[in-house]
């Protein structure tokens, strides 16, 4: 669900609202995913590139995250998706998804790539949080 709405709220609001719908992924993200979102209806101008950098070897910051969605907030835009990711294609970075759960906006993980690993006992740390 997403920052402010419940499921239940969300089947009440009109097509228009979708506008306000902002959504989220790291520099690292696959490429699909911007697709997806706008086969979903969501604007590209409401699609937000989180930087990256490699003091965190290239995995999304929540740190990052956080002071983006407060500067859409305050917009008033509704954070409302967030693309994470097991394993990015470019770097096989993985995203810190237990610490990305504190948002309480929909939290899609792409771990297509790097989800397989993680039957490994060694790995399974790296799907915490979902």
Not at 9 to 29: A, C, H, M, P
Not at 48 to 58: A, G, L, M, N, Y
Not at 80 to 96: E, K, M, Q, R
Not at 105 to 128: K, M, N
């Amino acid at each position: 669900m997403s920052y402010y709405f419940n499921q239940h709220e969300y089947e009440n609001l009109g097509v228009d609202y979708i506008r306000k719908f902002v959504v989220y992924g790291s520099d690292q993200t696959y490429s699909t995913h911007s697709k997806a979102y706008k086969i979903a209806g969501i604007f590209p101008c409401n699609s937000r590139v989180v930087p990256t950098s490699i003091e965190s070897d290239f995995a999304l910051s929540p740190v990052v995250l956080r002071g983006i969605i407060e500067v859409d907030v305050a917009a008033g835009v509704v954070p409302f998706f967030l693309y994470a990711t097991v394993g990015t294609t470019s770097t096989t970075t993985v995203d810190p998804l237990s610490q990305l759960t504190e948002f309480n906006i929909w939290l899609h993980v792409d771990a297509a790539y790097g989800g397989s690993t993680c039957i490994c006992p060694e790995f399974r740390q790296y799907l915490d949080g979902i």
